[in-house]
């Protein structure tokens, strides 16, 4: 290879060999610490995005890394699904035993995920002899991902108008607007899929009265209550499952980007009466649930579901609302969140600032057009949120 490439050479390369869907920001990184990152001209960063929620554990942690290490020297980084693994049972059992769930289906990703719950309840449905209760209810404001399916539940014209027609039997209700919903969920409804705390959308919580309103009317109309959590589960929202706040349970739960600290990984959790609904062939996949990543992710779960972990995502998570809520700035509008995942809200475009965050050794990134949100690492500290106010005010001042 010759020498160490620097931000300006692979920023190049990027240009000439990749297919340009993402607007990158504009450095390499190389290597990470802790809750820091360092990029290939040697420039330090606060990282406040976590891989979008993913690097749960931060960057370099021992213990993930030394699973990891394991898992590779056992010679099995893959399995096929048509085998028994020890680390995928275990893993399942952990996620069972830590939930409303009986049972598990493993994926590679968030969107493959919601894809296989979008197939878990039509099949529930098609087996009470219905295929015709093969609506699945969204709301306003929501991410479900980018595959076809999962995208017909992202309302957002960007995502969808080109990539028409996508699946059917799709109906839009407004989020946190029970009417709505009361509305649009009836008798051929076959799931409502709902983000507990919206994240793309631009950081929205689920009022418990919502969710509890959903519950309600899903058991009234036969259909199941689907929670997407793969951003907010995972202790992100200072809980270990996002609908542990509500005291609602859903039927399925899908969880993905934080749970194998980094390593691909998507999971269905789900009750007894919809696992029973699947036979064996009906849906699979090559990759997921091997005994790498599961192996991983067995570490993530096991250091995140402790009382002391999630109590510091509680106490660092309301000392940051506190602190941002503290800048005096015309700039700001709104700061809203639960746990550590929060959102700023500004009257200006938050591109401008996310840019200025990285001149000031900040990792930042929006959700929307106006909102900053901060889902860093679960083991940032308050000296980190300081760090972060100092520099964040510094910008918005500079910017009136
Ligand atoms: C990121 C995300 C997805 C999609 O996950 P991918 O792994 O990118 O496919 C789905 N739902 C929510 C709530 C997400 O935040």
Same mark, same amino acid.
């Given at each position: 290879?010759?020498?160490?490439?620097?931000?300006?050479?692979i920023?190049?390369?990027?240009?000439?060999y990749?297919?340009?869907?993402?607007?990158?920001a504009?450095?390499?990184?190389?290597?990470g610490?802790?809750?820091r990152?360092?990029?290939?001209?040697?420039?330090?960063?606060?990282?406040?995005?976590?891989?979008?929620a993913?690097? +749960?554990l931060?960057? /370099? $942690?021992?213990?993930?890394?030394?699973? %990891?290490?394991?898992?590779?020297?056992? *010679?099995? =980084?893959h !399995?096929?699904?048509?085998?028994?693994t020890?680390?995928?049972v275990?893993?399942?059992?952990?996620?069972?035993?830590?939930?409303?769930?009986d049972?598990?289906?493993?994926?590679?990703?968030?969107t493959?995920?919601?894809?296989?719950?979008?197939?878990?309840?039509?099949?529930?449905?098609?087996?009470?002899?219905?295929?015709?209760?093969?609506?699945i209810?969204?709301?306003?404001?929501?991410f479900h991902?980018?595959?076809?399916?999962?995208?017909?539940?992202?309302?957002?014209?960007?995502?969808?108008?080109?990539?028409?027609?996508?699946?059917?039997?799709?109906?839009?209700?407004?989020?946190?607007?029970?009417?709505?919903? +009361?509305?649009a969920? /009836? $008798?051929?409804?076959?799931?409502?899929? %709902?983000?507990?705390?919206?994240?793309? *959308?631009? =950081?929205? !919580?689920a009022?418990?009265?919502?969710?509890?309103?959903?519950?309600?009317?899903?058991?009234?109309?036969?259909?199941?209550?689907?929670?997407?959590e793969?951003?907010?589960?995972?202790?992100?929202?200072?809980?270990?499952?996002?609908y542990?706040?509500?005291?609602?349970?859903?039927?399925v739960?899908?969880?993905?980007?934080?749970?194998?600290?980094?390593?691909?990984?998507?999971?269905?959790?789900?009750?007894?009466?919809?696992?029973?609904?699947?036979?064996?062939?009906?849906h699979?996949?090559t990759?997921?649930g091997?005994?790498?990543?599961?192996?991983?992710?067995?570490?993530?779960?096991k250091?995140?579901?402790?009382?002391?972990?999630?109590?510091?995502?509680?106490e660092?998570?309301?000392?940051?609302v506190?602190?941002l809520?503290?800048?005096?700035?015309?700039?700001?509008?709104?700061?809203?969140?639960r746990?550590?995942?929060?959102?700023?809200?500004?009257?200006?475009?938050?591109?401008?600032?996310?840019?200025?965050?990285?001149e000031?050794?900040?990792?930042?990134?929006?959700?929307?057009?106006?909102?900053?949100?901060?889902?860093?690492?679960?083991?940032?500290?308050?000296?980190?949120?300081?760090?972060l106010?100092?520099k964040?005010?510094a910008?918005?001042?500079?910017?009136?």
């Amino acid at each position: 290879m010759g020498e160490i490439p620097n931000n300006q050479q692979i920023i190049e390369q990027e240009h000439l060999y990749l297919a340009q869907t993402y607007k990158r920001a504009p450095f390499a990184l190389m290597h990470g610490e802790g809750v820091r990152l360092f990029d290939a001209d040697g420039k330090t960063y606060l990282d406040w995005v976590a891989g979008i929620a993913v690097n +749960a554990l931060g960057y /370099g $942690d021992p213990e993930l890394t030394q699973a %990891i290490k394991q898992g590779v020297t056992s *010679g099995l =980084i893959h !399995v096929s699904n048509l085998y028994h693994t020890a680390p995928q049972v275990e893993l399942a059992r952990m996620l069972v035993e830590s939930s409303f769930a009986d049972r598990v289906f493993f994926t590679n990703s968030g969107t493959e995920a919601n894809e296989g719950a979008i197939k878990f309840a039509r099949k529930a449905a098609y087996e009470k002899g219905r295929p015709d209760k093969h609506q699945i209810v969204c709301f306003s404001g929501a991410f479900h991902g980018r595959t076809m399916g999962s995208l017909a539940l992202t309302p957002r014209e960007k995502y969808q108008q080109p990539f028409q027609p996508l699946m059917p039997g799709v109906v839009l209700a407004e989020f946190n607007d029970l009417d709505s919903a +009361a509305a649009a969920i /009836g $008798d051929r409804t076959a799931a409502v899929i %709902i983000e507990p705390v919206q994240g793309e *959308g631009g =950081i929205h !919580v689920a009022t418990d009265e919502f969710l509890r309103g959903l519950r309600d009317l899903c058991d009234r109309h036969d259909a199941l209550l689907i929670f997407d959590e793969i951003q907010c589960g995972m202790g992100r929202t200072g809980t270990l499952w996002a609908y542990e706040h509500s005291g609602v349970s859903p039927d399925v739960l899908t969880a993905a980007k934080p749970l194998a600290g980094g390593l691909p990984i998507g999971a269905i959790l789900m009750t007894e009466a919809v696992a029973a609904a699947m036979h064996p062939g009906e849906h699979g996949t090559t990759f997921a649930g091997g005994p790498l990543v599961t192996r991983a992710a067995q570490v993530v779960l096991k250091r995140v579901n402790q009382p002391g972990f999630l109590q510091n995502v509680r106490e660092v998570g309301a000392y940051l609302v506190e602190r941002l809520s503290e800048i005096n700035s015309p700039l700001v509008k709104d700061v809203r969140g639960r746990g550590l995942m929060v959102g700023l809200e500004l009257t200006i475009d938050a591109a401008a600032v996310i840019e200025a965050g990285y001149e000031h050794g900040l990792i930042l990134v929006n959700a929307g057009p106006n909102v900053i949100r901060f889902v860093p690492p679960l083991i940032v500290e308050k000296k980190h949120v300081d760090e972060l106010v100092d520099k964040l005010t510094a910008i918005l001042a500079g910017m009136v």
